[in-house]
């Protein structure tokens, strides 16, 4: 190997740390690689990758296999995590995010283990992408944060500016749009002193963030700023073209957004043509052609870019062509079809966490006259509430003059000696939510109420079905009390005969709920197969008795609930990530009820009026001032149900007697360590059995064992 060969990968190493990676290229294609010994080859392997893949050029599998394994047996581990790396990138670009994401780690590790903060923080980007590609969108905003924090650190400027634009565009498609601004802005100054390239594409990410918000003008003349650099920046011109395109169709142009993404993907295919920005570009075109009602054009081009977006894994790109086959099939008279297009983007759009086209395609899908009113209002009311969020007003009016007709929940029917369920909240952040609720109660759409136990998810659960104009039963399901075993017999129900002991046909639960409501208490420690059984029936919508050869359809609006994080679970592979996201179509969390001072107010009121007290007289209401001043500091670890209890309980002691009651209470501060310690002694310091002797949570036991620094030897 020649002395000039050397000098020549020094020289491009020099070049990719500077990010000259035309140049660098140019200088690759003059070495002759079959004269090179095997180190200096395993080297120009790693560079070539390097720059073939910043240059959107992804054909390089075998030149990275070939750094790899030359530099694992070595001791050039900086090369060897390098190579790593560029693999991780590799299997990135090609979809493959789980083997991706096990590389990347493997790199990073390396990386760290040699203080190598440079790389460490290109791994982490890369992380970042397939976290974000993967749903996982706030551990991909955070390893952007440290990355940019380790680049501070470093005095690496246009680094700085790169994970700071990365993370905006993590931002705003995943729909938030106004956080994605808040980035941008905070890297003016950086930008300035970058180099033309970030200026470039940060006008272009400014300019797409507004043109969302609704601010076309100022869109349209951040990305025109563009036209004062050289036309040297080949992906970027591309880029300028596809966003400006992207704009057009969101201003209604839709002839002067064809002219611009065609001209798009002409460049795009000369850079990449099996990219993120191919896909992108022409799915961009289709969307332009559905706005000129030009259908088959919109076919056809949107079949191109699915056709890239599945190679590639762009699932949000996936899910925007799902939306055009549906808006095509509408336009032909074919309602089922369309529908399921519909379904299916709406599926990926949750599941990916892209928000502001979820909402986009819901108010679509609502608007296309496919769906029964119930569903239509959900879909439009979330949709409203994130326009809302991101104070978009030209979709916030739109979706608020179609849910006008829409105002008044409907009551389910009741057993005639039933008292309607009722949700007490004050609370501001609770009234949002209650009205969240009470909106998407007439559709078909699942709820996944979280938050901690006590907190109101049964009586929220009650109160959503009391709201939905269901006409069947409300069913409470324990989803953690039915074994493996008997899933199918307890869901599905069974006809005599269909196994031993099987002497009588019983209903299962599901066709007990048909045409009402399907709770699902504690869904976080249901069995594998239940979690299996219940998936089929949400996505099949039909049962089938143990003993029977004949499917029934089933009508029903499921809630599920649970107190516990879900994702550790669905990490370890303990619950199913499809079926949680079939659950999550609408999540509701529910605060503690200390974090929401207001509803406790509201709730001893409650509590004491349902007594048949009327608190008209000045001195019941300087008297419940007085019981409030007592409890709206108290912790309430076991929150709604805790407090419930407790009133109760003074209530009753005090005969009715709020005067009487303000005393109990005053007097429960002084005694309640007795209390305790007498229940805990009288227990065998069995919780749970001293909860029930004092009428409180298990949580407030432990609690008060805390709060008074108990240990079992107290009193013995």
Excluded at 431 to 451: D, H, R, W, Y
């Amino acid at each position: 190997m020649g002395k000039n060969s050397l000098e020549q990968l020094r020289l491009i190493e020099e070049l990719t740390i500077k990010n000259k990676h035309l140049q660098a290229i140019e200088l690759l294609k003059q070495i002759k690689s079959s004269d090179l010994s095997e180190e200096a080859y395993a080297h120009y392997c790693l560079l070539l990758s390097e720059v073939r893949m910043h240059l959107s050029d992804y054909n390089v599998e075998s030149y990275i296999i070939s750094a790899i394994e030359y530099y694992k047996t070595g001791t050039n581990h900086e090369y060897f995590a390098r190579s790593k790396y560029l693999y991780g990138w590799y299997l990135t670009s090609i979809g493959n995010y789980f083997d991706a994401l096990e590389v990347l780690m493997e790199a990073y590790l390396i990386f760290k283990r040699y203080g190598n903060e440079k790389f460490k923080s290109l791994v982490l980007s890369r992380l970042s992408y397939v976290q974000f590609q993967t749903g996982a969108t706030q551990d991909a905003v955070r390893n952007l944060e440290t990355c940019i924090q380790i680049n501070r650190k470093l005095n690496n400027i246009s680094n700085i500016v790169v994970f700071s634009r990365n993370k905006a565009v993590v931002q705003y498609r995943t729909g938030l749009i106004n956080d994605a601004l808040s980035s941008l802005e905070s890297i003016k100054h950086d930008v300035e002193i970058s180099g033309e390239n970030n200026q470039f594409q940060h006008y272009l990410a400014v300019g797409i963030v507004e043109a969302l918000l609704g601010n076309i003008d100022r869109a349209l003349r951040l990305i025109n700023e563009t036209d004062k650099y050289p036309s040297g920046f080949k992906r970027e011109i591309a880029l300028r073209h596809e966003y400006l395109g992207w704009v057009y169709n969101l201003d209604g142009r839709y002839d002067d957004a064809v002219k611009m993404l065609k001209s798009g993907v002409k460049l795009s295919l000369e850079i990449a043509p099996e990219s993120a920005l191919i896909s992108q570009t022409k799915r961009l075109l289709a969307d332009a052609f559905l706005g000129l009602k030009k259908f088959d054009l919109a076919q056809k081009t949107a079949k191109e870019a699915l056709k890239v977006a599945e190679k590639i894994r762009e699932r949000s790109e996936v899910a925007a062509c799902y939306r055009i086959f549906a808006q095509v099939e509408q336009s032909e008279g074919n309602g089922a079809q369309a529908k399921i297009w519909y379904d299916k983007a709406i599926d990926i759009f949750v599941y990916v966490k892209s928000r502001y086209e979820l909402a986009v395609t819901r108010y679509l899908a609502a608007m296309s006259g496919l769906y029964e009113n119930g569903e239509k209002a959900a879909m439009l009311y979330l949709a409203k509430e994130y326009f809302k969020s991101e104070n978009i007003e030209h979709y916030i009016r739109l979706t608020e003059r179609e849910l006008i007709q829409y105002r008044q929940p409907m009551a389910a029917s009741m057993h005639p000696d039933e008292e309607p369920p009722v949700f007490i909240v004050r609370d501001k952040r609770m009234m949002q939510l209650v009205k969240l609720a009470e909106n998407v109660a007439p559709s078909a759409m699942t709820i996944f109420l979280t938050g901690p136990t006590g907190s109101g998810k049964d009586q929220l659960a009650r109160y959503i079905h009391n709201c939905s104009g269901r006409k069947g039963k409300f069913v409470i399901v324990n989803s953690a009390a039915i074994p493996d075993s008997m899933v199918e017999a307890e869901l599905f129900g069974f006809r005599r005969g269909a196994f031993t002991g099987a002497e009588h046909n019983r209903t299962g639960l599901l066709e007990e709920a048909d045409g009402g409501t399907f709770y699902l208490n504690e869904i976080a420690d249901a069995t594998p197969e239940f979690q299996a059984k219940l998936l089929e029936v949400i996505e099949t919508k039909f049962i089938r008795q143990l003993g029977s050869n004949t499917r029934k359809p089933i009508d029903i609006r499921i809630i599920a609930a649970t107190n516990n994080d879900l994702e550790d679970k669905m990490k370890s592979g303990r619950f199913r990530r499809d079926l949680y996201h079939r659950l999550n179509e609408i999540p509701i969390e529910l605060m503690p009820l200390s974090d929401r001072p207001d509803d406790i107010r509201a709730l001893v009121e409650y509590f004491i009026m349902a007594k048949g007290h009327k608190l008209e007289s000045a001195s019941e209401r300087k008297h419940l001032d007085n019981i409030m001043k007592m409890l709206i500091d108290h912790p309430w670890p076991g929150h709604v149900r805790e407090l419930k209890a407790e009133v109760n309980r003074w209530y009753l002691l005090a005969g009715g007697n709020l005067e009487k009651m303000v005393e109990q209470i005053m007097a429960n501060g002084h005694n309640e360590y007795e209390q305790l310690i007498k229940a805990l002694e009288q227990t065998g310091w069995n919780r749970r059995e001293t909860a029930r002797l004092l009428g409180i949570s298990e949580g407030a036991v432990r609690y008060r064992i805390k709060k008074y620094d108990i240990t079992q030897d107290v009193g013995a």
